[in-house]
């Protein structure tokens, strides 16, 4: 079974010039799941890509996999969603899983946006209507302000935010 072209198409939207690691040990895998995930789900599929990865980081923080979130996130961030939309589907999770579920995720957001030179507000705004977000109207998340050593869980192979070679944000 080959890939099919809609399969490529979307995955290069996504993903672009990059192929799995997989590929070269598990190509039956890749094939099978690019099929599906990038062509089978799609076919009706109602909501923008936008708003489709959106809801995905969501979910990946919901299921506690920080790896996958990271692959996600990069591809959130190629078709359009803002920093500022990322930062806040990890506040929105925190009500509803709880700061130890969302912690790891709110800091690796951080050190990716630091790794990957992302551009984010020193200081973000968020809604004044009460309960929206919290009463505080800004963050003060920005990398910017979170010195590398107490961001958490810090750059390392086994967080998921580094290649397996272990690099470091400068």
Request: charged residues 20%.
């Given at each position: 079974m080959a890939i099919t072209e809609a399969a490529r198409r979307n995955h290069d939207l996504l993903f672009p010039q990059r192929r799995s690691t997989l590929a070269d040990t598990d190509p039956e895998l890749v094939e099978v799941f690019d099929n599906w995930a990038f062509d089978e789900v799609l076919r009706d599929e109602a909501l923008d890509v936008?708003?489709?990865l959106m809801v995905?980081?969501?979910a990946l923080i919901a299921s506690q996999a920080l790896g996958e979130f990271r692959v996600m996130l990069g591809a959130a961030l190629e078709v359009g969603v803002t920093?500022?939309?990322v930062k806040e589907i990890v506040y929105q999770a925190v009500p509803y899983l709880g700061m130890g579920k969302t912690f790891d995720f709110l800091h690796g957001t951080v050190v990716f946006f630091s790794m990957m030179r992302v551009k984010?507000?020193?200081a973000?705004?968020?809604p004044r209507e009460s309960g929206v977000t919290s009463r505080?109207?800004?963050s003060l998340t920005s990398p910017f302000m979170?010195?590398?050593w107490m961001a958490a869980p810090t750059a390392t192979t086994s967080s998921g935010l580094t290649p397996l070679c272990?690099?470091?944000p400068k």
């Open positions: 936008r708003t489709r995905q980081l969501a920093p500022v939309e984010t507000p020193p973000v705004s968020t505080s109207r800004t979170t010195p590398p272990g690099s470091r």
